[in-house]
């Protein structure tokens, strides 16, 4: 059950995410529908609180005139981007998390929808199922590659 902890809080890791604890799971010879639920469960815990809470935190550092350029930054891309992508939103928000490449994922995804003012009930759904899809891609990729060495072991 240990093995389990693991994945969960590895894919409640930044860049980490369920991109890292689903194949570490199938390493493990982890059940893989157990180590999908854990895995999914894990990478989704931090983004309410993300989305609650981090626009607040980079408001609070984008003022301090020192260290507060990137924050400041990422403040001005959300607010150009929003008139944009107001069509597009909810599929453009799945698509980039659902892409399991580094850089995107549960966190970033959740970035985002800070930076475009989202609030909870438009964020969550197109995370949640970004990170569905994620899950299906990494599960298949992961065990799938763990069968075929053991058929040659």
Do not use: H
């Given at each position: 059950?240990?093995?389990?902890?693991?994945?969960?809080?590895?894919?409640?890791?930044?860049?980490?995410?369920?991109?890292?604890?689903?194949?570490?799971?199938?390493?493990?010879?982890?059940?893989?529908?157990?180590?999908?639920?854990?895995?999914?469960?894990?990478?989704?815990?931090?983004?309410?609180?993300?989305?609650?809470?981090?626009?607040?935190?980079?408001?609070?550092?984008?003022?301090?005139?020192?260290?507060?350029?990137?924050?400041?930054?990422?403040?001005?891309?959300?607010?150009?981007?929003?008139?944009?992508?107001?069509?597009?939103?909810?599929?453009?928000?799945?698509?980039?998390?659902a892409i399991p490449l580094p850089g995107t994922g549960a966190w970033t995804g959740a970035l985002i929808a800070i930076t475009l003012?989202?609030?909870?009930?438009?964020?969550?759904?197109?995370?949640?199922?970004?990170?569905?899809?994620?899950?299906?891609?990494?599960?298949?990729?992961?065990?799938?590659?763990?069968?075929?060495?053991?058929?040659?072991?």
């Open positions: 059950m240990l093995d389990y902890l693991y994945v969960f809080l590895m894919s409640m890791l930044p860049v980490v995410e369920l991109r890292g604890a689903i194949p570490m799971g199938a390493a493990m010879d982890l059940n893989m529908w157990f180590c999908f639920l854990v895995a999914i469960l894990g990478n989704m815990l931090p983004v309410p609180f993300l989305v609650l809470f981090g626009g607040k935190v980079l408001n609070y550092f984008a003022q301090f005139p020192k260290f507060g350029k990137p924050f400041r930054k990422i403040i001005e891309i959300g607010e150009k981007k929003v008139g944009k992508m107001k069509k597009t939103l909810f599929a453009g928000l799945l698509a980039f998390v003012g989202l609030d909870l009930k438009k964020s969550i759904p197109p995370i949640a199922l970004g990170v569905l899809i994620a899950g299906v891609i990494m599960m298949l990729g992961s065990y799938g590659v763990v069968t075929i060495f053991n058929v040659f072991a």
